[in-house]
């Protein structure tokens, strides 16, 4: 077996035009005319706008190429395109090869009879997704996405990128994945399906090998697994005819656990396809050991919707995922690895990959088996009408399905395939369910309910299947129950409901919830001009795609916090407020985790700079969530059920052993003076939430103003030990606090390349926002509130070539009586 790679030089030019111009492959249209300058970045402004023509117009990529020597000797070349974005025809030499409609499958036609020694030429025409989805859209009126390009749903591409409610209308269009050529004699393997099964001591491999062939030859196949530790285990059997059943016994495994469960040790296996002792193809996986299970059973509340991984229920602890650009193709390595371990620094150990967006490449699952996060994966539909009776789209569908599941089933982090994205929750709630979708309706119930799980079955038979999120698994009946299965709860946002509302939701699994927030001021820079920063601007409004998003963050804010006095000072409380929402609520539903079984809050990250509900911006920015999700997910966390000035003080434990430690609570006024204080002990079984303490203040409404419940929890058996965690609990809104210039001091020095910041506050400071202007560092913690009177170590990496002094120019510190005094 041979391979050449096509990736690299191409040239593009917009059809119908004479200039050829240089382009890049794996790449797209609108990132070849950037890299050109031929249009203004998308994202500056409302640029997107002069940009639309791009994805309105058809465009032709070519390439002339020499085959490599010994390719051109194989008995069967084929031409290989690992993605299509999206309608496009492609020819080889002047003669048509096919036609592609679906971004989603990989492509792959016969170019024996074609391909000739020295020069050849690849010629691919691609059609504008948006005129044939609007003249599909015309033909047939689907619902979609308000906030989009009509008929997105008619093709079989990311439904986001016509737009959403926090994405710009920049369809891509190009070769967005790598192009080779591959060339094979007698054989080549076709699929690979790796089953586990657990006893006692030892994990069995049955290894199904298929091949495809085209000669009668008699073949094996070998097969390799490597432990993490460097031990091996082999076994070889025969080709009868075209495939190949191997066993292979694993003792003493090491099992893959989700991030706080226990390590992910991962297995190589290597796969060889053989004629006698040469090796004519090979291919490799890499897996962990483990069970999965997605647990219903009848309890006090209803069923029970909980994943079981090593016998071990696990509260998922997560968000959404999705795409993290616009342009996918400008997705570095070193981007998606930043991302990914940032959700695992916050304790984060599930991400759901939105249906909205893409089936992520294999980069994004490799890191999520290395850093113990879970994916929850919804098959590529949101929000929208499809056209399920439609025989040619069914086709494409099916091979759609068959090639991703068995790209992704190998993955120790895969536990859960999902039907869609609020489609079943669209025929319920919204006015979907009309006469003239009466025959789409059927259509869709027959698809999610029957074909696409029995797909599912046939191609991965390990992994459990969910029908729509949300979903009661009963077709369009109490799609957002508490009862049974999955809910979406955006009644706060949507609602205009106050956050206290999360505390009426008791959810099986809380897979959707959020709150927006503005980006950090050095993003909104990024995309705007000075006379641009404010709430209401036609700028700022751009990039803000939820309709009434702007006036809901206000009213809620308002709600919580005095007005802010100035841009940058919104920009700080908008963030305040997000993470204080997305707190709430996950607090509630963890200390309930009998009940609750996984909160994954919307969303991780966005696709280009906006005002979003995103925890990380579009630069990798860490908003004021993601610091407060590292708090509120920690394996570990207090937290206090505050009702009619009544503090009852919660320990939750998600370890997998016993956890014994000590709260020690105080009722101080803002200037520090302890006015009543107390310690109670904390022993909870493994997996556990508890009330530890319930203190009950008798204070007059003068000094509730000027007074706080603090609550700090300490490990057992460490005297002198700094506390684990700590929360800060008001009796009124923040906006009525009396605060007082906290008067912060720092003391900054430098260890090992680690900046070390002592802060030192005067008087109450809440939620201190630190920032070293120039550079995106990570710190320690952040927006964390600082009481009076007390030293907190705060440390973050000393940026490259930067000097001590460097960084204590750089510090900023702001807090929450900076924003309104």
């Avoid at 939820?546 to 802010?564: D, T």
């Avoid at 100035?566 to 009940?595: C, T």
Wanted: aromatic share 12%.
């Amino acid at each position: 077996m041979e391979k050449q790679s096509l990736n690299g030089p191409w040239e593009f030019r917009q059809a119908g035009g004479s200039e050829w111009l240089p382009a890049q492959v794996p790449g797209g249209v609108h990132t070849d005319l950037l890299t050109l300058g031929r249009i203004p970045d998308p994202f500056d402004r409302d640029n997107e706008l002069d940009v639309l023509w791009v994805a309105e117009s058809d465009w032709e990529y070519r390439r002339r190429f020499t085959p490599e020597p010994g390719l051109l000797s194989h008995e069967h070349i084929l031409l290989v395109f690992e993605g299509l974005d999206t309608l496009a025809d492609v020819y080889l030499n002047g003669r048509q090869l096919g036609s592609s409609d679906n971004m989603f499958i990989r492509y792959e036609w016969n170019v024996s009879g074609l391909l000739q020694p020295g020069e050849n030429e690849i010629l691919i025409y691609f059609h504008s997704p948006v005129r044939r989805a609007a003249s599909l859209q015309a033909n047939r009126s689907l619902v979609g996405v308000e906030m989009a390009l009509p008929g997105a749903s008619h093709i079989r591409k990311a439904p986001c990128q016509f737009g959403w409610d926090w994405g710009p209308m920049l369809p891509p269009i190009g070769i967005w994945k790598p192009v080779t050529l591959q060339a094979y004699s007698g054989a080549r393997l076709s699929d690979l399906l790796i089953h586990q099964q657990h006893r006692a001591g030892a994990v069995d491999l049955s290894i199904q090998v298929d091949v495809q062939r085209w000669s009668l030859q008699p073949l094996s196949v070998r097969v390799q697994v490597t432990s993490p530790s460097g031990e091996q285990w082999q076994n070889t059997a025969s080709l009868q005819p075209d495939r190949a059943p191997l066993q292979v016994e694993i003792p003493n495994p090491q099992l893959w656990w989700p991030a706080g469960y226990g390590g992910q040790p991962l297995y190589q296996v290597q796969v060889e396809l053989l004629q006698g002792e040469t090796v004519i193809d090979q291919t490799e996986r890499t897996i962990g050991l483990r069970t999965a299970e997605l647990r219903q059973e009848p309890d006090e509340w209803g069923t029970s919707f909980t994943f079981v991984i090593n016998g071990l229920p696990v509260f998922a602890k997560g968000s959404n995922w999705i795409p993290a650009d616009t342009f996918p193709t400008r997705l570095s390595d070193g981007r998606l690895d930043y991302l990914l371990r940032s959700a695992a620094a916050s304790h984060q150990n599930m991400l759901r990959v939105w249906g909205g967006g893409l089936y992520e490449d294999d980069r994004f699952y490799d890191l999520c088996d290395r850093y113990g996060i879970m994916v929850w994966q919804d098959f590529v539909f949101a929000c929208s009408i499809y056209p399920l009776n439609d025989p040619a789209f069914l086709a494409s569908l099916r091979e759609e399905v068959r090639q991703n599941i068995r790209r992704l089933r190998h993955h120790p982090s895969l536990v859960l395939w999902c039907g869609n994205n609020e489609i079943e929750e669209g025929w319920e709630h919204k006015d979907w369910d009309r006469p003239e979708y009466a025959d789409l309706k059927e259509a869709d119930r027959k698809f999610f309910f029957e074909t696409l799980p029995g797909w599912v079955a046939e191609d991965d038979p390990d992994h459990p299947y969910w029908p729509s999120s949300p979903s009661s698994n009963t077709p369009y009946v109490n799609t957002r129950s508490n009862e049974q299965g999955d809910a979406h709860y955006w009644e706060v946002w949507h609602g205009r409901l106050p956050f206290t509302a999360y505390r009426t939701q008791y959810p099986r699994f809380m897979s959707e919830f959020g709150f927006q927030s503005l980006p950090p001021l050095e993003t909104i820079e990024s995309f705007t001009r000075p006379e641009d920063r404010n709430l209401t601007s036609y700028i700022m409004e751009h990039h803000q795609r939820s309709l009434v998003g702007n006036g809901l963050i206000i009213s809620q804010m308002a709600q919580s916090f005095r007005i802010p006095k100035d841009f940058p000072s919104l920009v700080y409380l908008s963030m305040v407020l997000q993470a204080e929402g997305i707190r709430y609520g996950v607090e509630h539903w963890r200390r309930n985790k009998q009940r609750v079984s996984g909160t994954l809050y919307w969303q991780l990250n966005d696709c280009w700079p906006v005002i979003s509900w995103s925890s990380i911006d579009y630069f990798g920015r860490w908003k004021a969530l993601h610091y407060m999700a590292r708090r509120f997910y920690a394996p570990v966390m207090l937290s206090i059920l505050d009702q009619e000035s009544t503090f009852e003080i919660h320990v939750t434990c998600d370890l997998p052993r016993p956890w014994q430690g000590e709260v020690r609570w105080e009722l101080i006024t803002l200037d520090g003076q302890v006015l009543q204080s107390g310690q109670a002990p904390v022993s909870l079984a493994p997996l556990q939430s508890a009330a530890v303490e319930k203190v009950v203040p008798d204070l007059p409404f003068g000094m509730q103003r000027r007074t706080v419940f603090i609550a700090r929890l300490f490990p057992a058996g460490q005297p002198g030990a700094q506390p684990l965690d700590m929360r800060l609990a008001t009796f009124v809104p923040d906006k009525y606090l009396e605060l007082a210039n906290p008067q912060i001091q720092s003391v900054m020095t430098v260890q090992d390349g680690e900046l070390q910041i002592d802060l030192h506050a005067g008087s109450l400071a809440r939620f201190v926002e630190l920032k070293l202007k120039g550079a995106g560092v990570i710190f320690s913690d952040n927006y964390f509130d600082l009481p009076p009177g007390e030293t907190r170590r705060i440390t973050a990496p000393l940026p490259a070539g930067w000097t001590l002094e460097d960084a204590r120019r750089a510090l900023q510190i702001f807090s929450l009586y900076d924003s309104y005094a």
